[in-house]
C-alpha cells in the first residue's frame, strides 16, 4: 500500500512562527493598542447604515475613501491604495519585490509582521541591532547587502514606542542603494506631536523607492474592520493594484473609514486622552520602582529588570495581572522578555493596572 505525506508548503513556510495577537478575553483588554475611548460616533453610525447593503460588492477601487484621505493628508488620491489592514499592504509589497534569496531587513525590536512576510516570500529576515530601544540608522546600514530588497522602519516603533526624526529617516534613506524599497510604518502616527517628527510623506513624494503604510486600528478605533491605506510612488501604487484582491476592502470599512476621518474632534479627543493618561501612568509606574521607556505612542514598556527576585519576572506579573481581568501583552516574542507592553486605556484601566502593579511587587 502507498502512503503519502500530502503536499509540501514551499521551503521556508515552516520555519515561521505564526503571529499571536494580543489576548482578547479579559475585562480591561490593555494587550492590542486599541483605542482607548473607541471609535467615532459616526464611524459607527456609518457602519450600521450598511447592514441593509451587504449583499453588494463595494467599491473595488476604495475611491470614496482614497479622495477622503487625500484631502485629510494632502495627498494624491492616485497614489494610495486601502487594503485589509495594513498587514495586508505589507504582504503585498513583500509579494510583489521580494522572494527567495531575498533579504528583507528591519530593527530587532521590529513589528513582528516584517520576518513573517519575508519567510512567506522565501526571503530572510534580517535584523539590526538597536540602541537604546530605537532603530539605529548606522547598524542598519551596515547590514544592508547585494541580496537586500526591502527595509521596514515602523515609526513610531511596535513596542518599544520610540521613533526616529525626519533628519534620521533621509539619511537611512540616503544611505540605501536605489533598487532596495524603503517602507515606513506609519500606524501610530497620529499619536506624535513631536516638532521633529515624519510619517514619511514626504520621502515618499520625492523618491520612487519609499512607501509609507498607515492604518484605521490605532487611533480611529477600528481594528475589527481590519482597514488599512500605504501612499506609494505612482509605480509602486500601479504594482500593488495589479496583485492586490479586487474587493479587498468592505463596504461598511469604507463607510466607516470616511466618517471617522471627518470627525476631527473625536480624534483631537482622543490624541489629548492619550497623551494625558501616558503621562499619568507613566509617573504612576516609575514611582513604584519599574522602568517605563519613554513612548510617542498609545501604549508604553514596562520594564521588571532589576527588581527583587521574584519580582523582577515580567511573565508572573503579566499571569498576575490576568488572574485579575487585566490583560497586557508580554515581549519575550519581540527580545524583550523583561518587559510587558500597556496599551493606554482609560483613566480607570490605567488606575487599575497602577494599583494592581503596586499590588503585585509588594506581594
Request: charged fraction near 20%; aromatic fraction near 8%.
Amino acid at each position: 500500500m502507498t502512503t503519502t505525506s500530502g503536499p509540501a508548503p514551499r521551503p521556508g513556510i515552516l520555519d515561521i512562527a505564526a503571529y499571536v495577537g494580543g489576548e482578547a478575553h479579559g475585562t480591561i483588554r490593555l494587550a492590542s493598542n486599541e483605542g482607548a475611548l473607541g471609535p467615532s460616533p459616526h464611524a459607527m453610525e456609518a457602519y450600521s447604515r450598511l447592514a441593509g447593503s451587504i449583499h453588494r460588492y463595494p467599491d473595488g477601487g476604495s475611491t470614496e475613501l482614497r479622495q477622503a484621505l487625500a484631502q485629510r493628508f494632502n495627498l494624491d488620491a492616485a497614489r494610495i491604495i486601502c487594503g485589509a489592514g495594513s498587514d495586508e499592504i505589507i504582504s503585498l509589497l513583500t509579494r510583489s519585490y521580494v522572494g527567495p534569496g531575498d533579504e528583507v531587513l528591519y530593527s530587532a525590536h521590529g513589528f513582528l509582521m516584517y520576518p513573517i512576510s519575508a519567510k512567506a516570500c522565501g526571503a530572510t529576515p534580517v535584523a539590526a541591532p538597536e540602541k537604546n530601544l530605537k532603530a539605529d540608522i548606522d547598524a542598519l546600514l551596515a547590514h544592508v547587502t547585494p541580496r537586500t530588497r526591502m527595509v521596514f522602519i515602523a515609526n513610531p516603533n511596535n513596542p518599544t514606542g520610540t521613533y526616529l526624526t525626519a533628519d534620521e529617516l533621509t539619511r537611512l534613506h540616503a544611505g540605501l542603494p536605489s533598487d532596495v524599497v524603503l517602507v515606513i510604518d506609519a500606524a501610530y502616527a497620529e499619536y506624535v506631536d513631536a516638532p521633529d517628527y515624519s510619517s514619511g510623506v514626504e520621502l515618499v513624494e520625492k523618491h520612487p523607492n519609499v512607501v509609507m503604510t498607515r492604518t484605521f486600528s490605532k487611533i480611529f478605533a477600528l481594528g475589527a474592520l481590519r482597514l488599512g491605506w500605504g501612499y506609494f510612488p505612482a509605480a509602486i501604487a500601479d504594482v500593488l493594484n495589479r496583485v492586490r484582491g479586487p474587493f479587498n476592502v468592505s463596504a461598511p470599512a469604507h463607510a466607516a473609514g470616511v466618517a471617522a476621518l471627518a470627525d476631527t474632534g473625536f480624534l483631537e479627543r482622543s490624541r489629548a486622552h492619550n497623551t494625558q493618561w501616558r503621562t499619568w501612568f507613566r509617573d504612576a509606574v516609575q514611582g513604584l520602582g519599574l522602568t517605563v521607556h519613554d513612548s510617542v505612542t498609545n501604549f508604553v514598556l514596562v520594564d521588571f529588570a532589576g527588581q527583587k527576585p521574584g519580582k523582577d519576572d515580567a511573565e508572573a506579573a503579566r499571569q498576575y495581572l490576568k488572574a485579575r481581568g487585566i490583560l497586557v501583552r508580554q515581549m519575550s516574542a519581540y527580545g524583550l522578555p523583561t518587559c510587558l507592553r500597556v496599551t493606554i486605556g482609560t483613566g480607570d484601566d490605567m488606575r487599575t493596572v497602577a494599583d494592581t502593579l503596586k499590588a503585585f511587587l509588594e506581594s
